[in-house]
């Protein structure tokens, strides 16, 4: 959408500390409550996000946030506003990508990911991953300070995504699949 930078960070996804969500919630919401005590400026949508998780993850509150349904557009939007897209995921994901990392990819957004096996298969060469708190806070400091690597990084993550992930695209390979069985 070619919009202002507004964010050094942004992130949707679900932060409930209740069961089924309650897994990934919890390492959502820490991982977005170090980044904010270390000052990045971050935009959120976090449903499930309650006055409970103020005891438990100060540093929450100083993310300008909202826990209303956002709709794809309202998505879209916000990784265009933001530097990073930061993914974090489920613990239901083993090794594959939410399809939020789709989305961001054809937002045309950086991303910083949690690893997952399937990040190299997927997005070679043009998805940054993270497995540890320092990996993350030292990447996305790094990632703030180079416009142009993280910029570069962010086209090769959209053109490969509009060459080989759109719904058109995957649908002609498992016709391709089928075919030749």
Do not use: W
């Not at 054809?106 to 540890?132: E, H, I, N, S």
């Amino acid at each position: 959408l070619g919009l202002k930078k507004e964010y050094d960070i942004a992130f949707a996804g679900n932060v409930g500390l209740k069961i089924p969500t309650a897994p990934s919630g919890f390492f959502r919401a820490k991982m977005l409550d170090i980044l904010a005590s270390q000052g990045f400026k971050i935009k959120a949508f976090l449903p499930g996000l309650v006055e409970e998780h103020f005891k438990y993850f100060p540093s929450i509150k100083k993310i300008e946030y909202t826990t209303e349904y956002k709709s794809h557009k309202e998505v879209n939007e916000l990784y265009n506003k933001s530097k990073i897209s930061l993914s974090i995921f489920g613990p239901h994901i083993k090794e594959s990508l939410s399809p939020r990392a789709f989305d961001a990819a054809l937002a045309g957004a950086f991303q910083l990911m949690q690893y997952k096996k399937d990040v190299d298969d997927l997005f070679p060469g043009c998805v940054v991953a993270f497995r540890t708190k320092d990996e993350l806070l030292k990447k996305a400091k790094f990632y703030l300070e180079n416009d142009t690597e993280r910029e570069n990084l962010a086209k090769k993550a959209y053109d490969l995504s509009k060459e080989k992930h759109t719904f058109k695209n995957r649908a002609k390979e498992i016709c391709k699949i089928i075919k030749t069985r």
